[in-house]
């Protein structure tokens, strides 16, 4: 079904839309206006989030980055329902899906998206990637184009095989947390990691299955990193419309425990690493996409890598505009 999506209709309703919907709460104590299910493929149960929206409307799928679950996207996505339908997909090893021996790759990753799609009659859907979901969304529109309505980019374009090198340049290393309870990594998450907190990383922290499989997760994951190392993005081979939001990083978002350091030259030396370093390898990233894909829409926004939560009012009026420009 054909939809010109309009800015002034999704904008006009987005803020409204959540707390006026139905909610089915889920374990855990998540409030969020979202069902939960389970997909099942033939070696795994795969959680998937379906926050609702009009039949017959275009498909959004969110997928979040290494480590994370759907119930990343909790606080977002909602902000589309008016419009779309949309679901969020969790892998493979992550929260409360399922840890199988095996399926740790970029090409696994999409055939359960598509997956997902056929076990809900979906066609065509957008596909909004987090990080290593960049790898994941950009294998699925090279392999099923036709599947394909358009791809975001949510700081997803950095090209993992200088990952290591570029992290281990970090001048400033993040404190590690010195309380294991949960209450205590919840404030190490707030106060160190992300600097920010929010119902959305409330639910993904919770939501991670302690079943006797979930212990093998941190022997069996590196191997995605490894597979997106290995297999750059291919984005000469998309056709469907691009939009990538780049996080420019900033010495408040990057490392929140020095907003109040009086420490000048501390500060300088993660000021330099940003410049000099982590920034230039999100734009080196974002550049080759805009080579193979010269229409390719490119946003930035100051801030952290989960933009979309630290900056999620920027980030929605980034995707309805680019929605605007589309007849899916």
């Not at 909790?74 to 899906?97: C, K, N, W």
């Not at 979930?214 to 069996?220: E, G, H, V």
């Amino acid at each position: 079904m054909a939809l010109k999506v309009t800015t002034l209709a999704i904008t006009a309703t987005m803020l409204a839309s959540t707390s006026a919907r139905a909610q089915k709460v889920p374990p855990s104590g998540d409030h969020a206006p979202h069902q939960i299910h389970t997909l099942r493929v033939p070696d795994a149960a795969l959680e998937y989030v379906d926050f609702g929206g009009p039949t017959g409307r275009p498909v959004l799928v969110f997928l979040p980055g290494y480590g994370n679950t759907a119930h990343s996207y909790d606080d977002i996505a909602p902000s589309f329902t008016d419009h779309f339908r949309v679901l969020a997909l969790t892998p493979r090893g992550q929260g409360r899906s399922s840890t199988p021996d095996s399926g740790y790759t970029i090409g696994t990753a999409a055939a359960d998206v598509h997956a997902l799609l056929d076990s809900l009659g979906v066609k065509r859907a957008v596909l909004v990637g987090h990080s290593v979901a960049g790898a994941t969304i950009t294998r699925f529109g090279a392999l099923w184009p036709n599947r394909t309505a358009a791809l975001i980019y949510l700081d997803a374009t950095m090209d993992f095989a200088n990952r290591d090198i570029v992290l281990g340049a970090n001048p400033v290393p993040r404190p590690a947390p010195t309380d294991s309870t949960p209450a205590g990594m919840r404030r190490w998450l707030a106060d160190v990691f992300y600097g920010f907190w929010s119902p959305a990383l409330d639910n993904d922290m919770t939501s991670y299955s302690s079943d006797s499989a979930a212990q093998n997760r941190s022997r069996l994951l590196p191997a995605l990193l490894a597979d997106a190392t290995s297999h750059p993005k291919e984005y000469r081979l998309i056709k469907a419309p691009v939009l990538a939001i780049v996080a420019v990083k900033t010495v408040a978002g990057n490392y929140p425990w020095l907003r109040n350091s009086h420490d000048m030259a501390l500060r300088q030396r993660a000021q330099d690493y940003l410049d000099h370093v982590l920034n230039p390898w999100y734009e080196a990233g974002a550049a080759r996409l805009k080579l193979e894909c010269p229409d390719a829409s490119v946003v930035r926004i100051p801030g952290h890598h989960f933009i979309f939560i630290a900056a999620k009012r920027r980030v929605v009026q980034a995707i309805t505009v680019f929605f605007a420009s589309l007849t899916l």
